[in-house]
């Protein structure tokens, strides 16, 4: 079972965090995560960590400005969020790939999901 909250209302160039509660399954042998999807649009990949954390992966269009990092102690997966633009606006879903790679972008590999938490970046 996942658990995402920390999302909500911010002004452009604003920054928040969001962070996924694991439980249910291996956490420390699994790759998170997060995706997102805006309104009309299909759900994309933002960022994906290893299970150490040491490797992690970004979209196109958040590298530089997001960051992802776990906590594998609390079973707690994070995405800090910098310089939001509004077309960043989008239901934000954390994921669980177990015994996966943080390479794997795909959401079929992804065998647990979030109920998504929103985040609405105005202008």
């Known amino acids: 079972q996942l658990q995402a909250f920390g999302g909500g209302l911010v002004q452009a160039g604003g920054s928040l965090r969001l962070s996924c509660a694991a439980s249910g399954f291996t956490f420390s042998r699994s790759a998170m995560g997060w995706f997102r999807q805006a309104p009309g649009k299909e759900r994309e990949f933002v960022a994906a960590i290893s299970w150490t954390g040491v490797i992690r992966n970004y979209g196109q269009s958040v590298k530089g400005r997001f960051a992802v990092a776990r906590d594998n102690s609390k079973n707690t997966v994070y995405l800090q969020m910098n310089s939001l633009s509004p077309e960043d606006t989008a239901v934000y879903y954390c994921?669980?790939?177990?015994?996966?790679?943080?390479?794997?972008?795909?959401?079929?590999?992804?065998?647990?999901w979030g109920q998504g938490t929103q985040v609405t970046v105005s202008s």
């Open positions: 994921a669980a790939n177990p015994e996966g790679s943080s390479f794997d972008r795909q959401e079929y590999s992804h065998d647990y």
